[in-house]
T-cell receptor, first 116, second 113 residues
Framework: DTGVSQDPRHKITKRGQNVTFRCDPI?????LYWYRQTLGQGPEFLTY????????KSRLLSDRFSAERPKGSFSTLEIQRTEQGDSAMYLC??????????????FGSGTRLTVV | AQKITQTQPGMFVQEKEAVTLDCTYD???????LFWYKQPSSGEMIFLIY??????QNATEGRYSLNFQKARKSANLVISASQLGDSAMYFC??????????FGAGTRLFVKA
């Protein structure tokens, strides 16, 4: 088990371009989360999946953001028509749900997006 | 409304001493979970400790303990015998309804040799 993997680690893009990030969770984890973190702040919730179903999406999330988790395995987060305000670290996390609820998240190393 | 409040932007502690990082939360749910995470300069968030709202005992994990005061809605993290490697950002977080977790703004801890 190699933990949660995110790709790429860094992405620099021009304003207006589309970008896509990938997250590979721990294989036995059925829940997958996306967060965004800006400098000096805590992670901000974007969306989460239970298996392949997207169960919640932040109301703060623009329609330019979309996420998928086909087959309940890896997930992708796409940002269309990027803006400078999208520059942030995008974190993926996974966890399992069983009868117990005290599982913390396992986070990936994140994808740092810079929009120029 | 801000649900997780960490009032200490930065804290200093001498190596081998104990330190308390403050966290207060706001929720109307009866069932919720409280978490602390560590984020070193490398950037990866590390889960430290969990406290359930119905747990009567304070959670402990090695040198970490969570001082849970339900009536005051506080969930302070206590790190005993601080080590240089404890220097990092620390985030308090809360999960409501069993789904998403929300995070506070964090406290940066500096451990002095």
């Amino acid at each position: 088990d190699t933990g949660v993997s995110q790709d790429p680690r860094h992405k620099i893009t021009k304003r207006g371009q589309n970008v896509t990030f990938r997250c590979d969770p721990i294989s036995e984890h059925n829940r997958l989360y996306w967060y965004r973190q800006t400098l000096g702040q805590g992670p901000e919730f974007l969306t989460y999946f239970q298996n392949e179903a997207q169960l919640e999406k932040s109301r703060l999330l623009s329609d330019r953001f979309s996420a998928e988790r086909p087959k309940g395995s890896f997930s992708t987060l796409e940002i269309q028509r990027t803006e400078q305000g999208d520059s942030a670290m995008y974190l993926c996390a996974s966890t399992m749900t069983t009868g117990k609820t005290n599982y913390g998240y396992t986070f990936g190393s994140g994808t740092r997006l810079t929009v120029v | 409304a801000q649900k997780i409040t960490q009032t200490q932007p930065g804290m200093f502690v001498q190596e081998k001493e104990a330190v308390t990082l403050d966290c207060t939360y706001d929720t109307s749910d009866q069932s919720y979970g409280l978490f602390w995470y560590k984020q070193p300069s490398s950037g990866e968030m590390i889960f430290l400790i969990y406290q359930g709202s119905y747990d009567e005992q304070n959670a402990t994990e090695g040198r970490y303990s969570l001082n849970f005061q339900k009536a005051r809605k506080s969930a302070n993290l206590v790190i005993s015998a601080s080590q240089l490697g404890d220097s990092a950002m620390y985030f308090c977080a809360m999960r409501e309804g069993g789904f998403k977790t929300i995070f506070g703004a964090g406290t940066r801890l500096f451990v002095k040799a």
